[in-house]
């Protein structure tokens, strides 16, 4: 059975219809829901019967379509769904992308993330950082991409290293934890996971990114690096290519 779902969008409506076509190419589908961020909160449990397992996902990506999110906002929210992580990550994979870029081949990005803030997508899209990618020559390759086990999910670090140089620059970024009480305080609404209110609480932070994204981040550490502090860093994501 194979399954999609159209959104559209016509004013401030937006409309969902579920669709699917089985073994035999035969074409049904479901109700049309109104999904626009306005809905009352009753409507909810009709929108999952409607979408199914994915309505959170396909109600939250719609909306911040919907609010004109850019392309690479929505192809990370497609992967990692919609979350404060994902607006969070956003603005600081983005932020470091546009102050530092690269200038060479001799230069990459990395990133080190700690899985569990929702974010640990967002720097794969922007800073084409991905797990098992490497960069470099000979024995001086290394992957350009670290997920901790031990480490704070809300904080993340992105360098641009120079290896012609031995040289970069680090960036340790840290999301604002008091976000989701400002909102509560603001609207009044409780962020209940996977609901209603948390696509409210991601569209407002949405908002808040497009007027003061430096209001998401804190930048808790900006410092030059040299070769040595790179190999500390990096540690277990060095590789030699000789090493069978």
């Known amino acids: 059975l194979l399954e999609f779902t159209f959104v559209t969008k016509e004013n401030n409506v937006l409309l969902a219809k579920r669709f699917y076509m089985n073994s035999d190419g035969a074409l049904t589908s479901g109700a049309t829901v109104y999904i626009s961020d306005n809905m009352a909160e009753s409507n909810w449990n009709t929108i999952i019967a409607a979408l ?15 609010y004109g999110a850019p392309s690479d906002l929505l ?9 404060e992580g994902l607006l969070t990550g956003y603005v600081s994979s983005k932020s470091f992308y546009e ?15 700690s899985p569990g803030a929702g974010d640990d997508d967002v720097p794969m899209t922007i800073l084409d950082v991905v797990p098992l990618k490497w960069v470099g020559s000979g024995s001086s390759q290394v992957y350009n991409y670290q ?18 140089s031995n040289t970069g620059i680090l960036a340790l970024m840290k999301h ?20 209603l209110s948390e696509i409210k609480y991601a569209l ?12 998401l981040i804190t930048l808790d550490k900006l410092a030059s690096i040299n070769k040595a502090d790179f190999d500390y860093l990096w540690g277990t994501a060095m590789i030699d290519p000789t090493d069978p």
Not at 75 to 83: I, L
């Open 204 to 215: 407002w932070l949405f908002n808040k990114m497009k007027t003061d994204p430096g209001s």
């Open 99 to 113: 102050n530092f870029p690269l200038v060479s081949n001799q230069q990459s990005y990395h990133a080190m993330v």
């Open 75 to 83: 192809k990370v929210a497609g992967t990692s769904g919609v979350s």
């Open 147 to 164: 997920a901790l086990n031990n480490g704070n999910p809300n904080k993340n670090i992105y360098i641009l290293w120079d290896r012609s």
């Open 52 to 66: 199914g397992k994915n309505a959170y996902d396909i109600v939250g990506i719609a909306n911040l379509w919907a």
């Open 176 to 195: 604002n934890e008091n976000l989701v009480n400002e909102f509560t305080a603001q609207t009044g609404i409780t962020v209940v996971s996977g609901g």
